[in-house]
């Protein structure tokens, strides 16, 4: 991916004209406390970016539609505001906001420069406390209009909750068309919000469990094209493929290691069963990890690379185990009422999300990372496959009704589930990390 | 891959599963059409043709939920399937094994891996040469019934035995 963004922070030089906020008592700033357990979203008004036509209004609707989607913000219709933003650096008329309970007030705007790239800025205030909280600019091109929203939605997000955002990521799926027993299948990548969709396989072969690199330049998912199913990797930008290995049966269910060295997925033995192996890209070396007369799938790395959740059916239905990242201390930490399968480690370490399948129902919950405090976040007749927002506060998984799968996002507290636009039915979703 | 068509073996079925097949999976035979092998009827199929294979012998076998081992009605099945594969030895043979829908993804795959290799194991014991055996999983990504209950899913929880090679 090409450097295009070039953040400046401009939280102090920004205040001129503001000399009043120098002199006001240290009062608290707006904030929400997004570890307390209920929520109240935060009442924010945005207002339409100036400049720039419509891509101010644009922007402005991006961030409104991100703060909004992440149930922590209750952005006020605009229909409601008082004051019209004629200069989006001057102080707001902070009574006119606090009338209309906005507490905190984002203004903003765009503008072309010479050289053709877009330069937008905002300015978050808060109304209440009568102060500027943050403001910053961010150049783009024109490719890139909406990374810029989803950048300044991050900002505004972890000013106001303290936690990064995840709005500026991208999330690549399997795209499902056609009927039921005849799918066609392809790999394709989108932004979080559905934006920008692109196909990154011609739908000829069975494409499944795409997963996302460290750097988010590649790909690890497995295809059919050869026949056999094998884990591929693939160079996004490039389009440049290569196979995994060269194991002599199916490989499947792979994912990268934190550092980006590893693929660890699982391999099918002679007899039917399946071992979890790690290989490393550079060396082309593979670490078998685990070596049982069952079927072992579905690893999934801690942040720091030491240890490795993965499901296993080794006591008769499959259940949650972690080992190390060696394959020592192989532990059952799942022992609820049900089959437990695709564990995912959170990226902030803490927690560990699944399928769980009991009374006909397939739910989607989180662990701690020795099966304790189990919570189930939704539940539903037939889904699967959660994957974590990079912050670890969201996960996205597939659900499948009215015909066949589609996206769906839910958020720690379980409260807030939203659905993500597809074109088609949509499976196997892998959110990126956040860019650098 | 060669994909042979399924078919049910009672020839009396045959036209009536065609029709069927329009009302979706009301059947509790498998909805693919006769047509699609260019049959007439179980009679016109031709003695060690794949055709044959499919319609008087039966080319898959089904599993219970969760489950990779060979029920009795299957040990029949994969028994009649050896002997012929014992008689026509022209054929190299791939094994897919599938899963139902009521299972995540990836653990389907491995869950089809095992049901496959089940299969095969059983026909290399009545003597099929594993020379001639490979195995693949579709896991669930080919359903051959496609309604959400329990009809459907007894049907896609298989083995099916495909012919490559000089008959197809």
């Known amino acids: 991916m090409k450097s295009i963004l070039k953040p400046l922070l401009m939280v102090a030089a920004m205040a001129m004209g503001m000399t009043a906020a120098g002199t006001l008592p240290a009062l608290a700033l707006v904030e929400l406390n997004v570890n307390k357990g209920n929520v109240e979203p935060l009442p924010i008004a945005i207002t339409d970016f100036q400049g720039g036509d419509a891509l101010g209004a644009q922007i402005s609707q991006i961030v409104t539609a991100d703060l909004k989607r992440s149930g922590l913000f209750a952005p006020i219709d605009k229909s409601a505001f008082i004051e019209k933003i004629t200069n989006p650096d001057a102080a707001p008329r902070f009574d006119d906001w606090k009338v209309i309970n906005a507490q905190a007030l984002v203004t903003g705007s765009v503008s072309k420069e010479a050289d053709g790239r ?25 490719a890139n209009q909406r990374r810029v929203a989803h950048i300044i939605a991050d900002a505004i997000y972890e000013r106001l909750t303290g936690e990064k955002g995840y709005f500026d990521t991208r999330v690549v799926f399997i795209d499902e068309s056609g009927a039921k027993n005849a799918r066609k299948k392809r790999l394709a990548i989108m932004d979080q919000d559905g934006a920008n969709v692109r196909y990154l396989s011609d739908g000829r072969s069975i494409v499944l469990t795409p997963r996302f690199s460290p750097n988010r330049q ?7 094209e050869s026949g056999q199913p094998r884990v591929y990797l693939l160079q996004i930008e490039t389009g440049q493929r290569e196979l995994v290995g060269n194991f002599p049966g199916m490989t499947f269910a792979p994912r990268f290691s934190p550092d980006g060295q590893k693929v660890i997925m699982s391999l099918l033995r002679d007899d039917g069963n399946s071992n979890i192996f790690a290989m490393d890209l550079r060396s082309r070396s593979t670490t078998r990890l685990t070596n049982s007369t069952a079927i072992d799938t579905s690893p ?14 080794r006591g008769g239905r499959a259940q949650i185990y972690v080992m190390g990242a ?15 399968s695709t564990p995912v480690w959170s990226p902030r370490g803490d927690l560990i999300a699944f399928t769980k399948q009991t009374g006909g129902e397939f ?6 990372t020795d099966g304790s405090g189990e919570r189930i976040l939704s539940s539903g007749f037939q889904q699967e496959g959660p994957t974590w927002a990079p912050n670890g506060r969201v996960l996205m998984f597939f659900r499948d009704s009215a015909g066949g799968p589609k996206l769906v996002s839910v958020d720690l507290t379980g409260r807030n589930e939203q659905s993500i636009p597809t074109a088609n039915f949509a499976s196997d979703p892998a959110w990126s990390p956040l860019l650098e | 891959m060669g994909r042979i068509a399924a078919l049910t073996r009672n020839p009396v079925m045959i036209a009536l599963v065609a029709m069927l097949a329009i009302a979706g999976c009301a059947s509790k035979k498998t909805p693919n059409s006769a047509q699609d092998l260019g049959l007439n009827g179980a009679g016109a199929a031709t ?4 055709q044959d294979f499919t319609v008087n012998i039966g080319d898959r076998i089904f599993f219970d939920t969760d489950s990779t081992s060979i029920r009795a009605d299957a040990q029949t099945t994969l028994s009649r399937q050896a002997q012929w594969l014992n008689q026509y030895k022209q054929y190299a043979i791939v094994v897919e094994g599938h899963a139902d829908e009521r299972g995540t993804r ?8 095992r049901r496959a290799a089940a299969t095969r194991d059983f026909l290399v014991a009545k003597g099929v040469s594993a020379s001639r055996l490979k195995t693949i999983s579709y896991g669930k990504e080919r359903p051959v019934a496609v309604c959400d209950d329990i009809s459907c899913w007894s049907q896609n929880r298989r083995a099916v035995t495909t012919l490559s090679g000089a008959g197809s």
């Open chain 1, 118 to 142: 877009i330069r937008a800025q905002y300015r978050l205030w808060d109304t209440f406390a009568g102060q500027q909280m943050a403001g910053e600019q961010f150049f783009a091109n024109d």
């Open chain 1, 363 to 368: 739910q989607i919950g989180v662990m701690k």
């Open chain 2, 106 to 113: 990836e653990y389907n795959l491995a869950l089809g891996a």
């Open chain 1, 218 to 224: 590649e790909i690890t998912y497995m295809s059919y």
């Open chain 1, 326 to 340: 060696d394959g020592s201390g192989q532990t059952r930490i799942s022992f609820g009422d049900g089959v437990y």
């Open chain 2, 47 to 50: 003695p060690g043709s794949a």
């Open chain 1, 300 to 313: 999934s790395y801690s942040p720091d690379g030491s240890k490795v959740v993965f499901t296993s059916d």
